[in-house]
């Protein structure tokens, strides 16, 4: 059984800093690497990817809002994800979920098999 363990997170100041780290246990298949990140969610809105890092080459996907303002990436054994989020907005509080894949790093959310239970962020403006 694959699982997702998120900490950090927490309550923020606009401008300031906040972090989040994501580790994935169990049977997850990396035949064809992980993509694993982080996608947030306000109440009435869908759902939207933030940062993703694939773990075979390390590259990175940002959504345009988070762009040059938040950073992913992982551990030497890829199987820890850490957002560091910087600048932070009012927009940026949400429930953030980490979520995982096996193979590369799809736009579809439904594409992503596994999900952490979300931990809540919140800025103070």
């Known amino acids: 059984q694959v699982r997702l363990a998120e900490s950090g997170g927490g309550s923020g100041q606009t401008g300031g800093s906040l972090s989040l780290s994501c580790s994935v246990s169990?049977?997850?298949?990396?035949?064809?690497?992980?993509?694993m990140g982080w996608f947030r969610q306000t109440p009435g809105k869908e759902r939207e990817a933030v940062a993703r890092?694939?773990?075979?080459?390390?590259?990175?996907y940002y959504a345009d809002s988070v762009e040059r303002r938040f950073t992913i990436s992982q551990d030497n054994a890829k199987t820890t994800v850490y957002l560091q989020m910087t600048k932070l907005k009012p927009a940026d509080a949400a429930m953030y979920y980490c979520?995982?894949?096996?193979?590369?790093?799809?736009?579809?959310?439904?594409?992503?098999?596994?999900w952490g239970q979300g931990i809540q962020v919140t800025v103070a403006s």
């Open positions: 979520a995982a894949r096996s193979g590369i790093c799809l736009d579809n959310i439904e594409r992503y098999s596994y």
């Open positions: 169990g049977n997850i298949d990396r035949s064809m690497g992980t993509c």
């Open positions: 890092i694939y773990s075979d080459t390390g590259n990175t």
